[in-house]
């Protein structure tokens, strides 16, 4: 075989590594996990309300409903934020400042979840215990550092699909007589409207993903949180915190709990790349 | 009615708001740990063993740890993401192969880190028996950074002029000479970068870790010792209460190396940019 056959031929092998890769984490997931759900049953697993896993009860609902919860708010919080920000980048202000403005939010990217979660800690804790009440380690207090990391995901996705539009939709609708904003609320955001839906799923996948954040400010109860103020306990959390000492079948339970996770995930990645009908770079 | 003119004030005004609301809470995290933490940082912190779980003493084997699990992935993630970029732009064209790989790329990068540590866990910590260990991590943060990889190592190549290809061929070279000689050094920075950015990922990453290099203190000895990362040093010492002191520090620490990490990825892009379109 010749020289450029053997690269050729390794090259397109590389090529395979991602989607290996994720073959592989798949298997391994749901090799360890999948048996404990039909042992346990899939409809008290997902359904059931009580998590005590030396007895043998592994119910993850009140996970599921903690993820659920601080989603939300995470979205509650991050997709005004990010949307108005995008916006801001792309046509409120001069290319010279966006230059030094952008660099700035792939830095709040970079900044490490455990600090986050840090600031989450010291911060809006005992903010939230000494205004609002109760243990302060809340719902609460977990949308809005979520909120605040999910931002650069919005912010990027959606400022690329703002600046795909073509010059024509804007100067077609200013000189139609309408205003600025008028052709940003208007023209502009239903234009680039599947770019923008496609960064809130992405945004909701990083929201659901987050763990090390969760653990240091949500309190980690398990319970159906009753109101915002409530602690609470995701599915992240539920396996980053026990996956330190569990063993048997309670170590096949967080297993478990990482297949529920792994096809939210998916689901949710799969619908924003529908959405987006294109590749997101 | 509300005129138009007043909607779009209030309207404008409401985006400024948000912008600068975004930027002050940014500003506000980094403070918040550089304020408490920088005064506690002295050469001696860095350089001194961790003891009594890191109640005293420094971060040395932490830094150690970080640098040794980031070496590894670096290692392993940038020929697998650089080889699977220049598959998709040099060797193949748009068609149901590339499409198979950019969907396994995309969804690769939505898996939460914590599947990732659970993965590394069963896969390289068990299986392969590994143990808690450099490798185990170092493995299990390159599965992680790949696709960030793919993706810059992708947007350098496509960046490169069609007509560079096309002198090549038009001079004899073959498809691996191009390659070699025209595409790859010219999507250097590029490449660069996205390591960078991996780098600054690994730097960070604190779940998947914690599952499959473990947290010992010790000085690792080899690729098959356990260790602890920074990141991973400063969520014990905060979330165990162990040392607020010492949290604050490492954790002003690790934002240093995030911002020099950050800071010299985007003036290399900067240059880049600059060069190619100048």
């Known amino acids: 075989m010749s020289k450029e056959k053997i690269f050729e031929k390794g090259f397109f092998l590389v090529a395979f590594s991602s989607i290996s890769i994720l073959a592989l984490i798949a298997f391994f997931i749901f090799e360890e996990g999948v048996p404990l759900i039909w042992k346990v049953g899939a409809r008290s697993f997902l359904l059931g309300e009580r998590w005590f896993p030396s007895q043998g ?24 934020l990010g949307v108005a920000c995008a916006v801001f980048l792309c046509e409120l202000t001069p290319p010279s400042v966006s230059i030094v403005l952008r660099p700035t939010i792939q830095l709040l990217a970079a900044i490490p979840s455990v600090i986050y979660g840090f600031w989450g800690l010291i911060v809006l804790v005992p903010l939230i ?33 703002l600046r795909a539009l073509p010059r024509t939709f804007k100067e077609g609708a200013l000189s139609l007589g309408a205003t600025h904003w008028q052709t940003i609320w208007r023209v502009l955001l239903p234009a680039s409207r599947s770019g923008i839906v496609a960064s809130v799923i992405l945004g909701m996948g990083r929201a659901i993903g987050e763990t090390m954040a969760m653990i240091m400010i949500l309190g980690n109860a398990v319970q159906m949180p009753g109101s915002i103020l409530d602690s609470t306990r995701t599915l992240t959390t539920n396996i980053g915190i026990e996956m330190g000492y569990a063993t048997g079948d309670h170590r096949q339970a967080l297993f478990a709990t990482g297949v529920v996770l792994f096809f939210i995930t998916m689901g949710l990645n799969t619908l924003a790349l529908f959405i987006s009908g294109r590749r997101r770079t | 009615m509300i005129s138009r003119h007043t909607s779009q004030r209030v309207a404008k005004g409401l985006i400024w708001a948000a912008a600068f609301s975004t930027l002050a809470v940014m500003i506000w995290i980094l403070l918040q740990v550089l304020i408490e933490g ?22 040395f084997s932490t830094i150690v740890g970080t640098l040794a699990l980031t070496a590894v992935a670096i290692v392993i ?18 068609g149901r192969v590339s499409r198979v790989i950019r969907f396994g790329t995309d969804c690769l990068a939505g898996v939460p880190s914590i599947i990732f540590g659970l993965f590394g866990f069963v896969f390289f910590v068990i299986l392969l028996r590994m143990g808690w260990s450099i490798l185990s991590g170092g493995l ?16 350098a190549i496509m960046a490169i002029p069609y007509s560079y290809r096309e002198v090549s061929f038009a001079l004899g070279g073959t498809r691996w000479q191009t390659v070699a000689r025209v595409i790859l050094p010219n999507a ?8 960078l ?17 473990g947290s010992s203190l010790l000085m690792p000895t080899s690729l098959f010792s356990p260790t602890r990362t920074m990141s991973v040093h400063f969520y014990i010492l905060a979330r165990e209460g162990i040392s607020m002191e010492k949290a604050y520090a490492t954790g002003a620490a690790l934002i240093l190396l995030i911002l020099a990490i950050n800071t010299l990825a985007n003036w290399l892009l900067w240059r880049y940019v600059r060069k190619v379109g100048g």
């Open chain 1, 57 to 80: 009860s592994f119910g993850i609902f009140p996970m599921i409903v903690g993820s659920f919860w601080v989603t939300v708010g995470a979205l509650i919080v991050g997709v005004p």
């Open chain 1, 129 to 161: 215990r000494n205004a609002l009440g109760g243990p302060g380690l809340s719902v609460l207090a977990g949308s809005l550092v979520l909120g605040i990391m999910i931002l650069p995901t919005i912010i990027s996705i959606s400022e690329d699909s």
């Open chain 2, 38 to 59: 920088l005064p506690l940082l002295s050469l001696n912190f860095f350089l001194d063993a961790p003891r009594q779980m890191g109640r005293t003493g420094g971060i």
């Open chain 2, 77 to 94: 993630a940038t020929p697998l993401g650089v080889g699977t970029a220049v598959y998709l732009r040099e060797y193949t064209r748009e």
């Open chain 2, 140 to 155: 299990t943060l390159a599965t992680m950074i790949l696709p960030t990889i793919i993706c810059t190592a992708e947007e």
């Open chain 2, 188 to 195: 250097i920075p590029g490449i660069f970068t996205g390591v």
């Open chain 2, 197 to 213: 950015l991996g780098v600054g990922r690994s730097v960070g990453e604190t779940a998947a870790i914690i599952l499959t290099a």
